[in-house]
Each structure stands twice: as structure tokens, then as C-alpha cells.
């Protein structure tokens, strides 16, 4: 039984270790690379590394050079069998006010091992709350919006539901 107990503190303690140790700011950056080749482009003011996340301050988001987005907070966080990103403050640029909700206060982002294809999300903003799940095998988004607030840019797009409206699309 000792043994048992021995192997069990090794693989925690190995496995704190990675997390702990881990090259947080060499995986975001890769991150930017990967989102760069699509044409979007991070620019943060800081960045903050934790023992299990990441913290970026002040970012911009541009799209093919045009800034569409600038974000108060983001935090990045993992257990490396389940991960979190937390969105403060996103601020769409006023040029997208007819095609897009203009504020969100938060989002999350949640992905975890036992799913391995599916990300959840969920969303508190000027357009009321969301919920939804991005499923990367057969590359669809199910977006619910549970409040219908400020929604009119949206309306074309959306489905009235059982809950309320519902955005759907594939990418």
C-alpha cells in the first residue's frame, strides 16, 4: 500500500511541477503566431505570469490591420486537463455597433480533457446572457441568448428558441 501511496505523490508532485514550471509566455506567444497567420493580431500591455495562468492587460485585437476590439482583462488559466479564459471588458470598436453587441462585461471559455472537442462558453453583456458550445469536430457554434437586451443587430441571424433566441453557424 506504501507504494501505491508513493506513486501517487510522485504523479502530483510531477504533475505540479509542469504547471508550476511550465513556459506560460513562450505558449501564448506561439498563440499570437498561430492567430497572426489568420490575420489577427494581439497587442497586450502586460503580461502576468502565475503559477497555473496567465494574465494579459489592456489588449487590442486587430483584424487584417483595423483594431476591432480592445479587452480590459485576460486570464488564462489551466490544470493542463482543464483549462479556463476569462474575458474582462471587451469593447468592440463603434464601427461594428450594427453587426455586433458593443459590450461585453464577461465571458468564459472552458475546455476540458473529458470533452476533448467541445468548448463551452458563456457571456454577460450589453445584449443580456449567453450560453453556448463550440464543438471543434463538426466545427459548429450553438450560441443561446438567454435575454433578449439589445439584440436588433443580431435579429437576422438569430432563431427564436425554446429559451429564447439562438445563434447558430459552422466555421
Known sequence: MSMVKYILTLCVVIWL??????????????????????????????????????????????????????????????????????VKG????????TMVPQETQKA????????????SVEALGSFGSMTGEIDLNERKVHLDFNESKKLEMLKPQLKKGEKGWVYETSF
Open 17 to 86: 511541477a509542469i504547471l508550476v514550471l511550465m513556459p506560460k509566455q513562450e505558449l501564448y506567444y506561439k498563440l499570437e503566431e498561430t492567430l497572426l497567420s489568420q490575420e489577427v493580431a494581439l497587442n497586450e500591455k502586460e503580461i502576468e505570469e502565475g503559477f497555473f495562468g496567465l494574465s494579459l492587460k489592456n489588449v487590442n485585437v486587430y483584424v487584417k490591420g483595423i483594431n476591432v476590439a480592445n479587452i480590459e482583462e485576460v486570464n488564462l488559466f489551466t490544470l493542463l486537463f482543464y483549462s479556463c479564459v476569462e
Open 90 to 97: 471587451l469593447q468592440m470598436d463603434d464601427s461594428l455597433k
Open 108 to 119: 468564459f471559455l472552458r475546455h476540458s480533457v473529458l470533452a476533448p472537442f467541445s468548448v
